[in-house]
């Protein structure tokens, strides 16, 4: 009863205004467009402006469709608000209402937007005046498309196709609005070119109204395009500008014959001697590589494996031409290619003019080593292990024994590391002894006592040694060293004595002298005499105490009328174990005859 009271006061006052001819003043304003993403809430705002004091209005909401008619579906004045019921937004839109003195705001607020959705918004504010005004917002709806899928052809592509070839798809499905595929190649973007390149796309519209497209690339393949890389890039709108999406890449694999072989050796990167094992490899410049046939320079064919030819344990006689052969599958001629191979070589070093030897002591020697080869050599002459010389000639002035030996001579390739080859020869040299001189020859041993003595002597024919003491034969032993003979014998000492050792052979002899000093009786009789004097002393000492009256109950003083003795005679007897005489020996006196 009180809603249909308002209504009728309501229609009361405006026709009363209407019969006075008020008409208020009204203005809207809208966006042009407003975009939104599929599936999320889109807003749509319609402001306006208005003289009418009273504060009435009137909001109506349409939208056009296809055809351009108009469809409302919301409505509402100051005692009511309506939604409409039969339109494809019923149930999903929300009207909100912001007033103000003199001007407010009319939000329309579209849930879960949809495709169908996106049309022309009308906003119509009416005042209680006829005074009214619309404004009009275009909503669009957006959605990306999925990854871009590419496709390339899985075989070898002829590059002498007479027309464009597919080289493969690519699609891009569920988007909206529509995307567009562009083609790239090596990242340069590829357009319909007359028997060149041609793009073929297709659009489809799934039940939900999404965009799918699926392009098609076909080129006249060249062989350049062997190993080019090629993507499709997907354009699509997004909200406020464009958004791109681009594919992997693909390798197109294009098949063309060879006019082109080459031939190298692979293996060893280096200069080549003999006992190598040699590899070369052959390829041409088609696609895929051919099947080469391997020649020598006798064009005897030989077996490789994967276009790969091994020869194992080369010598100089593999030297020469050698040749990789395809033949070409349109015009069946033949495509070769080509090497030279050269094995260096080091012959066995000779050694001249003999491997054996033999000279005298102050003899000269000119040896040669010679190795013939195909670089280079250079040569080392050693003995024992140090060297002795450089070059191929080894020269020795005045031999001695000391130079006998063995004699290696080594050559080598600078170049080439591991090519050498050696060679030897044995020194001899003749002559007469020699005999190492001792550390020293003169001893001095005890009496009854045993020495052995030492001999060593060289030479060649190898010496004799013997033995000789007083001018007899000394019984001796020997042994057989590297370098001469060692001889030794026993002397027991009884006295002074001389022992010689001798070496000879038939180019002469040589002498040795040993002199032996024996120790014992003359020692002891040495000992004996300083005895005696250090008794003869000590006897004097005590007959100048007895005659000073210092010993023996003497009185002290002297008598100093008595005539003194000029001087003291001491006399000291000794005795001879082999003469048995009695010596006096006088100590500040002359010999006496008597006793004193």
Same mark, same amino acid.
């Given at each position: 009863?009180?809603?249909?009271?308002?209504?009728?006061?309501?229609?009361?006052?405006?026709?009363?205004?209407?019969?006075?001819?008020?008409?208020?003043?009204?203005?809207?304003?809208?966006?042009?467009?407003?975009?939104?993403?599929?599936?999320? @809430?889109?807003?749509?705002?319609?402001?306006?402006?208005?003289?009418?004091?009273?504060?009435?209005?009137?909001?109506?909401?349409?939208?056009?469709?296809?055809?351009?008619?108009?469809?409302?579906?919301?409505?509402?004045?100051?005692?009511?608000?309506?939604?409409?019921?039969?339109?494809?937004? !019923?149930?999903?839109?929300?009207?909100?209402?912001?007033?103000?003195?003199?001007?407010?705001?009319?939000?329309?607020? /579209?849930?879960?937007?949809?495709?169908?959705?996106?049309?022309?918004?009308?906003?119509?504010?009416?005042?209680?005046?006829?005074?009214?005004?619309?404004?009009?917002?275009?909503?669009?709806?957006?959605?990306?498309?999925?990854?871009?899928?590419?496709?390339?052809?899985?075989?070898?592509?002829?590059?002498?196709?007479?027309?464009?070839?597919?080289?493969?798809?690519?699609?891009?499905?569920?988007?909206?609005?529509?995307?567009?595929? !562009?083609?790239?190649?090596?990242?340069?973007?590829?357009?319909?070119?007359?028997?060149?390149?041609?793009?073929?796309?297709?659009?489809?519209?799934?039940?939900?109204?999404?965009?799918? /497209?699926?392009?098609?690339?076909?080129?006249?393949?060249?062989?350049?395009?062997?190993?080019?890389?090629?993507?499709?890039?997907?354009?699509?709108?997004?909200?406020?500008?464009?958004?791109?999406?681009?594919?992997?890449?693909?390798?197109?694999?294009?098949?063309?014959? #060879?006019?082109?072989?080459?031939?190298?050796?692979?293996?060893?990167?280096?200069?080549?001697?003999?006992?190598?094992?040699?590899?070369?490899?052959?390829?041409?410049?088609?696609?895929?590589?051919?099947?080469?046939?391997?020649?020598?320079?006798?064009?005897?064919?030989?077996?490789?494996?994967?276009?790969?030819?091994?020869?194992?344990?080369?010598?100089?006689?593999?030297?020469?031409?050698?040749?990789?052969?395809?033949?070409?599958?349109?015009?069946?001629?033949?495509?070769?290619?080509?090497?030279?191979?050269?094995?260096?070589?080091?012959?066995?070093?000779?050694?001249?003019?003999?491997?054996?030897?033999?000279?005298?002591?102050?003899?000269?020697?000119?040896?040669?080593?010679?190795?013939?080869?195909?670089?280079?050599?250079?040569?080392?002459?050693?003995?024992?292990?140090?060297?002795?010389?450089?070059?191929?000639?080894?020269?020795?002035?005045?031999?001695?024994?000391?130079?006998?030996?063995?004699?290696?001579?080594?050559?080598?390739?600078?170049?080439?590391?591991?090519?050498?080859?050696?060679?030897?020869?044995?020194?001899?040299?003749?002559?007469?002894?020699?005999?190492?001189?001792?550390?020293?020859?003169?001893?001095?041993?005890?009496?009854?006592?045993?020495?052995?003595?030492?001999?060593?002597? =060289?030479?060649?024919?190898?010496?004799?040694? !013997?033995?000789? #003491? @007083?001018?007899?034969?000394?019984?001796?032993?020997?042994?057989?060293?590297?370098?001469?003979?060692?001889?030794?014998?026993?002397?027991?000492?009884?006295?002074?004595?001389? /022992?010689?050792?001798?070496?000879?052979?038939?180019?002469?002899?040589?002498? !040795?002298?040993?002199?032996?000093?024996?120790?014992?009786?003359?020692?002891?009789?040495?000992?004996?005499?300083?005895?005696?004097?250090?008794?003869?002393?000590?006897?004097? /000492?005590?007959?100048?105490?007895?005659?000073?009256?210092?010993?023996?109950? =003497?009185?002290?003083?002297?008598?100093?009328?008595?005539?003194?003795?000029?001087?003291?005679?001491?006399?000291?007897?000794?005795?001879?174990?082999?003469?048995?005489?009695?010596?006096?020996?006088?100590?500040?006196?002359?010999?006496? #005859?008597?006793?004193?």
């Amino acid at each position: 009863m009180a809603l249909r009271t308002k209504t009728a006061l309501l229609v009361g006052l405006l026709f009363l205004l209407h019969t006075w001819g008020v008409k208020a003043q009204v203005k809207v304003e809208m966006e042009d467009r407003v975009e939104v993403t599929l599936g999320t @809430a889109a807003e749509i705002p319609c402001l306006y402006t208005t003289d009418d004091g009273f504060g009435g209005l009137i909001i109506e909401w349409f939208y056009l469709d296809p055809a351009g008619k108009q469809h409302r579906i919301y409505f509402q004045d100051p005692t009511m608000r309506i939604e409409e019921t039969n339109s494809q937004f !019923t149930g999903r839109i929300k009207v909100d209402v912001t007033p103000s003195q003199g001007s407010g705001q009319v939000l329309l607020r /579209v849930l879960e937007t949809r495709l169908g959705d996106e049309v022309d918004f009308i906003c119509l504010v009416k005042s209680l005046t006829d005074g009214n005004d619309q404004g009009k917002t275009q909503l669009r709806v957006f959605e990306k498309p999925a990854h871009p899928i590419i496709k390339s052809v899985d075989k070898d592509i002829w590059f002498n196709n007479e027309e464009p070839v597919k080289i493969g798809s690519c699609e891009a499905k569920n988007g909206y609005p529509r995307p567009n595929i !562009t083609w790239y190649k090596d990242n340069t973007p590829l357009s319909n070119v007359p028997n060149e390149v041609s793009v073929v796309s297709q659009v489809a519209t799934g039940s939900s109204g999404l965009f799918s /497209v699926e392009s098609e690339l076909s080129l006249k393949v060249v062989k350049e395009d062997q190993g080019s890389e090629f993507y499709c890039e997907v354009n699509y709108q997004i909200i406020g500008g464009f958004g791109m999406l681009e594919s992997e890449k693909k390798k197109i694999r294009v098949s063309y014959p #060879s006019d082109e072989v080459n031939l190298w050796v692979k293996s060893p990167k280096r200069d080549i001697k003999e006992g190598d094992t040699v590899e070369f490899e052959c390829l041409g410049n088609g696609n895929p590589q051919p099947l080469v046939t391997f020649r020598n320079r006798e064009m005897v064919e030989l077996n490789a494996i994967n276009n790969v030819l091994e020869l194992r344990n080369v010598s100089r006689l593999d030297s020469g031409l050698y040749e990789c052969v395809t033949t070409h599958i349109e015009t069946f001629e033949e495509v070769v290619g080509n090497t030279t191979l050269f094995v260096n070589y080091l012959e066995p070093a000779d050694v001249s003019p003999e491997e054996t030897l033999t000279l005298s002591q102050g003899a000269d020697l000119n040896q040669s080593c010679n190795a013939l080869s195909s670089l280079k050599t250079h040569t080392v002459w050693m003995k024992n292990g140090v060297k002795v010389a450089t070059g191929n000639i080894l020269s020795l002035r005045d031999v001695v024994y000391d130079m006998a030996g063995t004699y290696e001579c080594m050559v080598t390739v600078p170049q080439l590391v591991g090519m050498e080859t050696s060679a030897a020869f044995q020194l001899i040299v003749e002559g007469s002894p020699e005999i190492s001189e001792p550390q020293s020859t003169s001893l001095e041993q005890a009496v009854e006592s045993t020495v052995v003595l030492t001999c060593r002597a =060289r030479g060649n024919p190898r010496p004799t040694i !013997t033995w000789r #003491s @007083a001018g007899s034969l000394v019984d001796s032993q020997s042994n057989v060293t590297e370098d001469g003979v060692l001889s030794w014998v026993n002397v027991k000492v009884s006295s002074d004595l001389n /022992v010689s050792c001798h070496a000879s052979n038939t180019n002469g002899n040589v002498e !040795t002298l040993y002199s032996i000093k024996a120790r014992g009786s003359g020692v002891i009789i040495a000992v004996l005499i300083i005895c005696l004097l250090l008794l003869a002393i000590l006897g004097s /000492v005590l007959y100048f105490l007895y005659k000073k009256g210092k010993i023996c109950g =003497r009185s002290g003083k002297q008598d100093l009328t008595k005539e003194k003795t000029s001087r003291d005679n001491i006399v000291v007897e000794m005795k001879s174990d082999n003469t048995e005489e009695a010596v006096l020996l006088a100590v500040n006196g002359d010999k006496k #005859s008597g006793d004193q």
